[in-house]
């Protein structure tokens, strides 16, 4: 039964997507580092990943995206080009409670 309602936004599709990609090209380059690499598979898990060296340390990772403010609440862009504000994310108190580290990547199209 078709509907007009529209599950997710475009907007948030991108987003998915780039969060994907960002995390699938990390796993990759941990990988090709030597590190084995596991996914967590609960939605609502604090990490993205797992990964452990040749050593035997673990190592409990969530991969973010940077993205920037196309403005910023207050401040001037004269000297800025749109966009150049990165959003500074931090880990949640479950994350530094669990020693998850956040690894940022950057989307590229």
């Known amino acids: 039964m078709p509907s007009d309602k529209k599950i997710i936004s475009d907007r948030q599709k ?17 990988t090709r580092q030597g ?5 967590a598979v609960d939605p609502a898990c604090p990490f ?16 973010k995206t940077n993205t920037f403010r ?4 207050g401040k001037s862009l004269k000297n800025k ?11 949640t108190k479950e994350q530094k409670k669990l020693g998850i ?3 940022m990547v950057d989307y590229e199209k």
């Open 101 to 103: 580290k956040l690894m």
């Open 70 to 73: 196309k403005h910023k609440k």
């Open 81 to 91: 080009p749109k966009g150049s504000y990165r959003i500074c994310r931090s880990p």
């Open 48 to 63: 993205d990943i797992v990964i452990v060296d040749r050593n035997g340390k673990i190592q409990l990772i969530d991969i």
């Open 35 to 39: 590190y084995f690499v596991a996914k």
């Open 14 to 30: 991108k987003t998915s997507i780039k969060g994907t990609v960002g995390e699938y090209e990390s796993i990759a380059k941990l």
